[in-house]
C-alpha cells in the first residue's frame, strides 16, 4: 500500500474511531452490545446475530473470521476494533444485509469468489433503506459493495481495491441498480471493471471519490436521472465516466486525467438531455468530452488542457453552448462529424487562436475564431492521415479552409474568443 493510501487509511480510521466510541456511548445507553472474538462470549459474527436484537451493536475484534456468507437480518451496528478482517475464502459472498438502518463500518472483506452466474460481492445490501457503510477497507473483491432497490444509503470513506485484469471476469468496485436518495462520498475505488457503476438510480449524488486503474469506466451512469457528481478524481481508467440514457445531471468541479486509449473519454455522453458540466478540468486525455444525442447542456468554466481532442460533438447534438471555457494546448480543441451545427461556442479562450487582435481592449478578440480544423475530418475518415500532422501542408489546408470554410460547419464558430485565459482559481 502506497504512503498516499496509508495516510487517506489513517485519517479514516480516526474518523470511524470517534464514530465508534459514540456508538460504544450510546449502545450502553439505549441497547445491548455484544462482542465477538476469539477470547469473547461470541465466537463467530453469525451467532451473535442471532442472539442480537434490533438496535444493538456487534463489536468485532480483532482477528480472522471466515464465516462467509454472512446474513444481516437485523437493524444492527457491526462495527470492528483492531481491523477484523472477513474472509470470503476466494468462494463465497461475505455480507448480506436484509434490513433497514444497518450501519457497518471498521471491517476489512477480502477474497469473494468470482462467479460468471452471480455478482458476489463483500457487501450487498437488498431492498433496504437508511444504512450506512462508512470507513471499510474491501480487497480482491469480485464486486465490492453492491445495492439493489435500495434507498438513503450512504456509502463512504471506503477504500475498495480490487486486482481486476478482464473485463469479462471482473466486477465494478461500487454498483448500484434501482436504488433512489443514494450518497457515495469519499471513497477510494480502483482496479475493477468499473469503479462505479449507476442503472436506473436517480436523486443520488456521487462526491469527493479517487476512482483510477479500472479497466473500463470510473464512473458508469445508465438510466439514472436528477443526479449530481461532485469534486471527484478520475484517472487512469479505461474511460473515464460515460453518462448514457440519462437527464438533470449536474457535472461539477471533477478532475478526468490520464484516460488514455483508442476507444477512451474523459466524459463519454449518449442521449443526455438538460444537463450541466462546469468548473471541471479534463487534461491528457484521448477525448475529454464526447457527445452524441446530447441536447439543451450547458457546458461552462471547464479546463481541457492538453487532450487528443478537447471535444467531440457529434451532428446528433443540439442546444448545446459551450461557454467561458479554457482550451489549452489540445492537439484538436472541436471536431464533428456534420457540415451542420446546432449548438453554440461563443465566449472561450482558445491557445491556439495566435493569430487575434482586440484594439479595443476590452478583453474580447475582435476577430470570431473557428475552432474546427479540417484536418480533424480527415482523421475521422482516415486515421492513417496522422503521419501528416504538424506538417506544412496540413497547415495550409486548416489555414485554407478556415478563411472559406467548405467542409467544416460555416456557423462552428466562437464569435467572442477571449484574448486570455479565465483564471477559476480550482482547488482541484
Known sequence: MSKTHTILRSERMSRTSFILLFLAVAGSIYSATLEVGVDKQYQTITAALEMAENGDSIMVNEGIYQEAPIDVKKSVVLYGINNPVLDGENEYEILRVYADSVVITGLTLKNVGISYVEDRSAIRLIKNKACKIDGNHLDKAFFGIYLEHCKNIVISNNIIQGEAKH?????????????????????????????????????????????????????????????????????????????????????????????????????????????????????????????????????????????????????????????????????????????????????NFWSENTSGYDLDRDGICDVPYRPVKLFSFMISHMQSTTILMRSLLIDLVNYAEKIAPVITPHNLIDNSPLMSRIDYDREN
Not at 238 to 263: L, R, T
Not at 268 to 295: C, M, P
Not at 319 to 347: A, E, K, P
Open 167 to 347: 473485463e469479462s471476469n471482473s466486477g465494478n468496485a461500487i454498483h448500484l441498480w434501482y436504488c433512489k436518495d443514494i450518497v457515495i462520498d469519499g471513497n477510494l475505488a480502483e482496479g475493477h471493471r468499473d469503479g462505479i457503476y449507476l442503472e436506473f438510480v436517480d436523486n443520488s449524488i456521487v462526491k469527493n471519490n479517487t476512482v483510477r486503474n479500472n479497466l473500463r469506466y470510473g464512473l458508469h451512469f445508465m438510466y439514472s436521472d436528477i443526479d449530481r457528481y461532485l469534486n471527484n478524481r478520475f484517472e487512469n481508467n479505461g474511460a473515464g465516466v460515460a453518462v448514457m440514457f440519462s437527464k438533470y445531471i449536474h457535472m461539477e468541479g471533477n478532475v478526468f486525467i490520464h484516460n488514455w486509449g483508442s476507444s477512451a473519454y474523459g466524459l463519454l455522453l449518449k442521449e443526455i438531455t438538460d444537463s450541466e458540466i462546469i468548473h471541471n478540468r479534463f487534461e491528457q486525455n484521448t477525448t475529454g468530452i464526447y457527445a452524441e444525442g446530447v441536447n439543451r447542456t450547458h457546458i461552462h468554466g471547464n479546463d481541457f488542457a492538453r487532450n487528443g481532442w478537447a471535444m467531440k460533438i457529434l451532428g446528433s447534438c443540439a442546444d448545446i453552448s459551450v461557454s467561458g471555457n479554457n482550451f489549452l494546448y489540445n492537439s484538436f480543441d472541436v471536431s464533428t462529424n456534420s457540415s451542420r451545427n446546432y449548438n453554440s461556442y461563443d465566449g
